[in-house]
């Protein structure tokens, strides 16, 4: 009879997980009761991680530093041509662009976006489609307070050399403190057209009347026809706190402006490794889906203003199906920024604009 009871404690024993005391040689489980087990090497919640199977299982503490791999989906979440006819359709219908407005010769689209996010990058790449390979016009730079300090317009010019109807201008990056980024008063006053090229920008020193250059009645030709803010995917899910209610200050007062707004979700070769090796597979890709959503959320805008895009960065030469990203965005970005003229006819304006 005791080797019986005996026997049932010892099974019962195998299938429970006890707490063990690791300072003593031996394991001593606490529970209701107590049982002096055999000395055995003692096993925590961190090494019971280590242990692989036979599907190699990846250790708990390097998880957060694995690259976030994805699978597949079937068919793509949205239709896109991977052709070279598609890409030749797109370029033209860019470079041949002009405002519907005959008041204005090219649209002017503004990137905003936090420190680093990829507009100088964003710029370069697609003059880069348009040269024929890749080149960096804006100036590109990886400084932890960004590169760009001034106002700077980028008209893309064609494969003839020639100017486009859109032109791209950069700006101080949106930071994430009072001192060290772009103020809302100074978005404001670029959108307006108040600011002219090359102003240096200072959050001790914000645009007013008496700033050197200065345009104090901006037509139409100067002001910002559409905003297009710019996310790092790669870091949507470590943006301050603070950056959501940014974007929502920005919008509301953009919005007020009659300016239309879309937005560019970048790096995205960095948090899916298949659309890193082949661009085609970005529409196929969950964890990417899902950023686009997690954009979404933190500008406060639906997923159909948002388009991913892979800048040009360390490569030497073009691919086809980035520069179809790349001439997508751009091509999107335009759309609205037509809409600007359909929507705002310059008697409209003139009121909305005024100080």
């Known amino acids: 009879m005791h080797v019986l009871v005996f026997l049932i404690c010892l099974t019962s024993f195998s299938f429970t997980v006890p707490t063990f005391n690791s300072q003593s040689p031996f394991g001593v489980a606490t529970g209701p009761s107590t049982v002096t087990a055999p000395k055995v090497k003692e096993l925590s919640f961190a090494s019971l991680s280590q242990v692989k199977d036979d599907s190699s299982t990846v250790k708990r503490e390097d998880q957060e530093h694995v690259p976030l791999f994805t699978t597949k989906l079937a068919c793509q979440w949205r239709d896109v041509e991977w052709t070279e006819e598609e890409k030749t359709s797109l370029m033209k219908t860019v470079s041949s662009y002009r405002p519907s407005c005959e008041e204005v010769t090219p649209a002017r689209v503004l990137l905003l ?60 990056g949106l930071g994430d403190g009072v001192m060290n980024g772009l103020t809302l008063h100074d978005i404001l006053s670029v959108i307006k057209g108040h600011v002219p090229e090359e102003h240096k920008f200072s959050p001790e020193q914000p645009v007013r009347s008496e700033t050197v250059g200065y345009v104090k009645k901006p037509s139409l030709k100067d002001r910002i026809h559409c905003v297009a803010f710019v996310v790092d995917a790669s870091k949507i899910l470590t943006y301050p706190k603070g950056l959501s209610t940014t974007f929502q200050k920005l919008r509301e007062h953009i919005s007020d402006l009659g300016v239309h707004q879309v937005a560019l979700l970048t790096h995205v070769d960095q948090i899916c490794t298949e659309t890193a090796k082949d661009a085609t597979n970005v529409y196929k890709s969950r964890i990417i889906r899902e950023m686009m959503g997690k954009a979404g959320a933190l500008l406060g805008m639906s997923t159909s203003y948002i388009v991913p895009v892979k800048n040009y960065s360390s490569e030497l030469d073009l691919d086809v199906n980035t520069d179809l990203l790349l001439l997508r965005a751009a091509d999107h970005i335009l759309q609205y920024a037509d809409l600007y003229f359909q929507d705002n006819a310059p008697q409209h304006t003139e009121d909305r604009l005024k100080l």
Do not use: Y
Not at 145 to 171: A, P, Y
């Open 113 to 172: 976006g936090p420190i680093s996010s990829g507009k100088s990058s964003f710029i370069s790449s697609v003059q880069s489609v348009f040269n024929g390979r890749v080149t960096n016009r804006a100036m590109v730079g990886s400084f932890s307070s960004g590169f760009t300090k001034k106002l700077q317009s980028f008209n893309i010019r064609g494969q003839r050399r020639e100017d486009s109807g859109l032109v791209l201008c950069d700006v101080m």
